[in-house]
């Protein structure tokens, strides 16, 4: 039996939340005494990149849109450092091809802002790849958004976040309303998830996933405990305890103390999250990195030996424009917290700040190791002590991010789940329903960084972007989209699909977020439109209008 249909949009005059709850014989006005209202036909809770292409969309098909953000700041990883975007950065792929619809738009609105349009255009006319064309400043792209955001008419509110507990109203399968923790209530036909975390999500009872499953489990080959992995090592050996050679003495900080497991079993640890900081040698805008005030050099152990082995921990790059840089895990020492954001995405909100603060006591204490502390040789010193934090980044936090590089949170598990075998080279499962396009090899940094043979040695790594590598670009499914018909019929995600572990290491792109952003929209104003669940949209209508707004669904033609 199929669901009910979702409420049609209302004329002006009508309260859209006061019809779905005469229609769902729900009293809830006097329920919501003292609290703000608001009501649209779609409410998008995550003010990431997706989050404000998903509501650009709305606003494009004639729809009204509720856009909330649990920070300060619209624009996700864009804004908070990722500002060396993943296209056409690797010498053996192109995958620039991959950026249609909105996406694209956004990188057009970027390279006007540098006044670099003709440029950029006559790169798209010719397919050639220039790396840097793609690339940009954060508090550009975020004035890029908010411009978007202005001109769209889109009702973004910022520091809007999940109550707690008793955050949803449902009624049945179909959410009615979602409350934050100020105390203000969002009325919507449609919701879309757009955060990294899968918040709304797991808030509105839809199945999700962390961790690692086993490759069994969805004949996979690249996901669970790597042990084999040829990246795994590090390339000077580091002893791990605190006494060299005494395992009874303890660890070093970073290494944990966990068993190794066996090759391609399932586990809960995450890869590594990490700080995209954005960095200058500009005098005229640097901010140099102070010595945090409880500095413990023992904390960087780990560093200390590897560099004393001979090891090189290579400072950063110029690699956006105005010769600033992003770091965040160029070298595996510099940058990423293997075991420290498992909970992070189930974390409390109390919590997750705590995360936060530790962590960039942590980093902030890392870079002025390398740059400063005696026990680094004068070479890594030289090499790092140029760069500071740029004194116009992040004005608001001292100019550290204010966000970590969430490289996985919650994961949907729906009734299609997107694998690696959607992705292999050779006779890849087939993606009936796509909606945009992956073009990135399934990518996985560290997930934790353990003892093996007396030495420190990294696990689940997983890379590879050479030219006989088993990968292809593959379609994002629908599907993947879309939660279970009985556990939610009004909901969708751009950011956190029904995908297994090592896929959504392929699909975890800003700009691959942006694209399906666009889809989940779309389909949102359809099924407003056509009075059905989610799962219900017509995938050939969806294509179609797709297709039009320009959307990429499969790779060109060489």
């Known amino acids: 039996m199929n669901p009910p249909p979702l409420p049609p949009r209302l004329p002006k005059e009508a309260g859209l939340f006061l019809r779905v709850a005469r229609l769902c014989g729900l009293g809830l006005v006097s329920s919501l005494a003292g609290s703000a209202v608001h009501e649209a036909d779609v409410c998008i809770y ?66 006007a802002r540098y006044g670099r349009t003709d440029e950029f255009e006559e ?4 397919r050639r790849k220039q790396r840097d064309l793609w690339r940009f400043e ?6 890029v958004f908010a411009e978007w955001i202005k001109e769209s008419g889109i009702k973004a509110l910022p520091t809007r976040r999940l109550a707690e507990k008793n955050n949803i109203l449902k009624e049945g399968t179909r959410i009615v309303a979602l409350r934050c923790d100020n105390g203000d209530e969002f009325r919507a036909a449609v919701f879309i998830d757009a955060t990294y975390e899968g918040d709304l999500l797991a808030a509105a009872g839809v199945s999700t996933v962390l961790g690692r499953e086993g490759n069994a489990r969805h004949g996979e080959t690249q996901n669970g405990i790597q042990t084999t992995s040829p990246r795994s090592h590090l390339d000077c050996a580091i002893d791990p305890y605190r006494e060299p050679g005494r395992p009874s003495s303890g660890l070093i900080h970073g290494v944990q103390d966990q068993p190794i497991g066996r090759e391609g079993d399932p586990d809960d640890s995450t890869q590594a999250f990490c700080f995209r900081l954005c960095l200058t ?49 160029w070298h595996r020492l510099a ?29 902030q204490g890392l870079y002025w190791f390398l740059a400063n502390d005696p026990s680094a040789p004068q070479e890594t010193r030289a090499a790092w002590s140029p760069w500071g934090l740029c004194k116009d980044e992040f004005t608001d936090n001292d100019g550290w991010p204010r966000a970590f590089y969430v490289r996985n949170g919650r994961r949907m598990v729906s009734d299609f789940v997107l694998t690696q075998n959607h992705g292999r080279k050779l006779d890849p499962l087939p993606v009936e329903d796509p909606v945009g396009l992956v073009w990135w090899p399934h990518d996985l940094h560290e997930a934790r960084r353990l003892v093996r043979d007396g030495k420190v040695w990294l696990e689940g790594i997983v890379f590879d972007s050479s030219t006989d590598c088993d990968w292809t670009p593959f379609g994002i499914p629908y599907r993947s989209l879309v939660p279970r018909r009985t556990e939610c019929v009004n909901l969708l995600t751009p950011t956190c699909p029904s995908a297994t572990y090592v896929a959504y290491g392929a699909y975890r792109i800003e700009y691959q977020f942006m694209n399906a952003a666009q889809a989940v929209a779309t389909a949102a104003t359809l099924a407003i439109e056509n009075q059905i669940a989610v799962q219900n949209v017509d ?5 179609k209008r797709l297709l039009k707004d320009g959307q990429i669904l499969a790779p060109p033609s060489p």
């Open 46 to 111: 995550g003010g990431t990149s997706a989050g404000v292409v998903a509501a650009v969309q709305t606003v494009r098909m004639g729809r009204s849109v509720i856009l909330l953000e649990p920070g300060q700041h619209f624009g996700g990883m864009s804004i908070e450092g990722l500002g060396g975007t993943d296209i056409d950065n690797h010498r053996n792929f192109q995958n620039s091809p991959a950026v249609g619809g909105l996406a694209l738009e956004f990188y057009r609105r970027v390279s």
């Open 123 to 126: 790169m798209l006319r010719h």
């Open 138 to 143: 954060p508090h550009v792209a975020e004035a």
């Open 281 to 329: 040698k500009d005098p005229d805008n640097r901010l140099p990195i102070p010595k945090p005030s409880g500095y413990d050099p023992a904390r960087y152990e780990l560093q200390r030996r590897y560099l004393a082995a001979g090891g090189k921990i290579t400072p950063p790059f110029a690699g956006l424009p105005n010769g600033k840089t992003d770091p965040g895990s």
């Open 335 to 363: 940058g990423n917290m293997p075991g420290f954001n498992d909970g992070y995405a189930t974390a409390s909100h109390a919590e997750r700040t705590r995360m936060l603060r530790e962590s960039r006591e942590y980093i």
């Open 539 to 543: 995938y050939h209508r969806l294509r």
